[in-house]
């Protein structure tokens, strides 16, 4: 029988849950002083750093001994030109643990009114992500805003959170405060996504409303495919995805959005295919980018692979390594779809 992983699962639906919060609260007083450009170029915000400050700070008080692969690191805020920056993170973060206790909290994991950490304590929680991953043990992903950009532009951005195992992922979950609850009723916004390994996968509101389970319809006719995809084409080859749909007949234009967010609306239902395929030479998936959403997914009743059909590799450190591509499908279409992707990858050598 599958462990159940109870506990970690309340305590990540908990800890994302305050996290969201605190991320809607930066994008209504956000100001454009208060952003960070990373050596990649995208952006950051003080919701990033707040974020993995407050699930880092939750983390040590639930699993002290958990180690943590977050993305963030604290090296600019400890400079004297992060002073106004930092001053702003450590105050969000400390209102954020210090709210009132909801649903899923509980008192024994440190969190609750009146608690203030000082800064230095918060810095230091945000570099406990700098953990190298690795093949055995428990681990712990943040992605403290996953679509960065998306969160700028109001639109889609996720919260993300994963236990590792052993190099398999058994939890994960998944916080997407502007994602309406369904498409058909947008008006009604604020999920979290939830799978523990073996038991399922579930929808949830922000707002802590009952778990409703989900999954892929099976999908076979080409007439019925849609994909779900990146934003932004630097991030993933648009025109790859082209050619994939044109080879599997697919008539519905893509539907594209920024974050894990994707990994969520294929569990329910709203795509049937995720396709990820790198548009640089070298790159290499991070490991936060991917853990609960695949597991998601998967607990949903989809195929998560890398575009060889190899699964996806959590125990080679804070990257997928040689894993090249994701593919998700429900498991009426992967092998079609991996059939196209391997076709595309074989003309485009």
Known sequence: MSVSYE????FAIAAVRRACRLTSTVFETLVKNETLTKGDKSPVTVGDFASQAVISTMLQHAFPDDPIVGEE????????SGTTLRERIVDLANKTLAGELELGDNEGWGIGPGQQQSASYLLDAIDRGNHPGGRRGRMWTIDPIDGTKGFLRGEQ???CLALIVDAQVKVG???CPNLPLTFANPEKRGCIF???RGHGAEQVTLSGADPTPIQIPDISS??????LESVDGSHSSHSFNERVSALLGVTHAPVRMDSQAKYGCLARGDGAVYLRMPTGVGYQEKIWDHAPGSLIVEEAGAVVTDSRGKSLDFGLGRTLGENYGVIAAGKGAYERVLSAVQLVLSETK
């Open 7 to 10: 506990a970690e699962k309340q």
């Open 73 to 80: 690191d604290a090296s600019d805020l400890r400079t004297d």
């Open 157 to 159: 951005y996720a919260v």
């Open 173 to 175: 979950v998944i916080g």
């Open 194 to 196: 939830v799978a523990v």
């Open 222 to 227: 080409p007439s019925e495919l849609n994909l």
